[in-house]
């Protein structure tokens, strides 16, 4: 798998870069957000994830992050020292497909970056079915992977999406923790867990329904529908 590594650090990048290329990757290095840009033309640039630093030298990597949505779907995984939970919702927000937390576990990088790469790679092989889920006025869109609240529509992530639709599937039905993660993130990976509770957040900011997923302590989560 091509990997775009995008970190101004030259010690960082090549210590990283020489561990991820001994496990299959091949990587590109971008040291500012603008040499990033650069090489993720859609047509040609075929990388499979993109780890963004958020502290690069020309401009913010959440900044950055906004612009790689808006010109291709590649995976984002967002790896910073700032590890507050209003940063990971904010993040998520403008696109990112997950956040690590420096320092973090070789392991754990590498476990995030196979859990993105496999959810990617399943979505390009699912096809699409002509299936409308309506909870009050909320609207999920399975075919075009659309989610709109009162006619809006509302920007999601890869994740937040397949979070949602996962708990529409069955209203007031609680689906544990362990069940989500492999569902969601296809993997049993026990980190993921904090990943999930931000992706949570992260819905319920977005929709403006706070009230619409429920946490059942010590289980997991359900999606309460709306009365009217």
């Not at 001994?22 to 040291?31: E, I, L, S």
């Not at 069955?170 to 296809?186: A, H, K, T, Y």
């Amino acid at each position: 798998m091509r990997l775009l590594l995008v970190e101004d650090d030259n010690h960082v990048a090549a210590a990283l870069s020489a561990i991820l290329a001994r496990h299959g990757f091949d990587v590109t290095h971008a040291r500012s957000g603008e040499e990033a840009l650069q090489a993720l033309v859609p047509e040609v640039d075929g990388f499979g994830v993109v780890l963004l630093d958020l502290g690069l030298p020309d401009q913010d990597g959440y900044e950055v992050c906004g612009k790689i949505r808006k010109r291709t779907s590649t995976p984002v995984i967002m790896v910073t020292a700032r590890a507050d939970v209003r940063s990971r919702i904010h993040g998520l927000n403008l696109g990112a497909d997950d956040y690590v937390v420096k320092p973090y576990d070789t392991g754990e990088l590498l476990a995030r970056i196979h859990a993105v790469s496999r959810r990617t790679a399943h979505e390009d092989a699912t096809g699409s079915t002509e299936t409308v889920v309506r909870l009050g006025a909320v609207r999920i869109e399975l075919p075009t992977r659309q989610v709109s609240v009162d006619g809006s529509v509302v920007q999601l992530t890869r994740k937040e999406f397949d979070l949602l639709a996962l708990l529409a599937q069955r209203p007031g039905v609680v689906f544990r923790r362990e069940q989500i993660i492999s569902e969601v993130w296809r993997t049993s990976w026990e980190g993921t867990g904090r990943t999930l509770e931000v992706h949570v957040a992260s819905l319920r900011s977005k929709l403006h329904m706070p009230a619409l997923i429920e946490t059942v302590r010590g289980v997991g989560y359900r999606l309460v529908a709306p009365t009217a």
